[in-house]
Nanobody, 126 residues
Framework: QVQLVESGGGLVQPGGSLRLSCAASGVTLDYFCIGWFRQSPGKEREGVSRISNKDGSTYYADSVKGRFTISRDNAKKMVYLQINSLKPEDTAVYYC???????????????????WGQGTQVTVSS
């Protein structure tokens, strides 16, 4: 059983930065593709980034390209999401999630991810 715990969210001004962390426990991360999703009130949960375990390849949604960077440290069982140049529209609860490598391609489908953290709130406001 994979357990995921996010941290690092908070209130930040537009243009600021945050680093979100996702800590895994229960099993090794070595076999999982890890994704970050976000959900704003009244909106669907959307995939923003993922990272493959197989080859370290990454995916970013168009809305975050150039501003978000995903990375992972399997030895520490950690996945990170560096968020720069934050915008008010980035305000959301951010979730990390795990899926098998077979689903680590193409668009990020929420229903392909089996394990989820509880989320961390990111609020961008002046």
């Amino acid at each position: 059983q994979v357990q995921l715990v996010e941290s690092g969210g908070g209130l930040v001004q537009p243009g600021g930065s945050l680093r979100l962390s996702c800590a895994a426990s229960g099993v090794t991360l070595d076999y999982f593709c890890i994704g970050w999703f976000r959900q704003s009130p009244g909106k669907e949960r959307e995939g923003v980034s993922r990272i493959s375990n197989k080859d370290g390849s990454t995916y970013y949604a168009d809305s975050v390209k150039g501003r978000f960077t995903i990375s992972r440290d399997n030895a520490k069982k950690m996945v990170y999401l560096q968020i720069n140049s934050l915008k008010p529209e980035d305000t959301a609860v951010y979730y990390c999630a795990a899926t098998v490598e077979a689903y680590c391609s193409g668009i990020m489908r929420r229903d392909w991810y089996n394990y989820w953290g509880q989320g961390t709130q990111v609020t961008v406001s002046s």
